[in-house]
């Protein structure tokens, strides 16, 4: 599957951004998409996690309250709808597949249970 992830751009801090994750060609029909996330010189790290089955959503604790992922109708987009940006908050944001289904959110937290990964896009957040 082919992910496309949109929606990044420069904002303020306090400011909102909505980004969004199409897959071409197919639909979410299984296990989970995530949002992670890799500012300069640091490791990539997990934001936010939807399943398909239940909708649970899981999000990293730096960002519970502000942000929140959600899935359309036609399981075709993911969004990460970003509230209350912070500086910190910089980093180029990256959406990714997981075809396997689990209840530990632990588990939709590493990397390495992620099948197929978008080209991401950069968030800015000026201070």
């Known amino acids: 599957v082919q992910l496309q992830a949109s929606g990044g751009g420069l904002v303020q801090a306090g400011g909102s951004l909505r980004l969004s994750c199409a897959a071409s060609?197919?639909?979410?029909?299984?296990?989970?998409v995530g949002w992670f996330r890799q500012a300069p010189g640091k490791e990539r790290e997990f934001v936010a996690t939807?399943?398909?089955?239940?909708?649970?959503?899981y999000y990293a604790d730096s960002v519970k309250g502000r942000f929140t992922v959600s899935g359309d109708n036609t399981k075709t987009t993911v969004y990460l709808q970003m509230n209350s940006l912070k500086p910190e908050d910089t980093a180029v944001y990256y959406c990714?597949?997981?075809?396997?289904?689990?209840?530990?959110?632990?588990?939709?937290?590493?990397?390495?249970?992620?099948?197929?990964w978008g080209q991401g896009t950069q968030v800015t957040v000026s201070s």
């Open positions: 990714a597949v997981a075809n396997v289904f689990a209840y530990d959110s632990d588990y939709y937290a590493r990397e390495m249970n992620y099948n197929h």
């Open positions: 060609g197919r639909t979410f029909s299984s296990g989970a």
């Open positions: 939807i399943t398909w089955r239940g909708g649970r959503t």
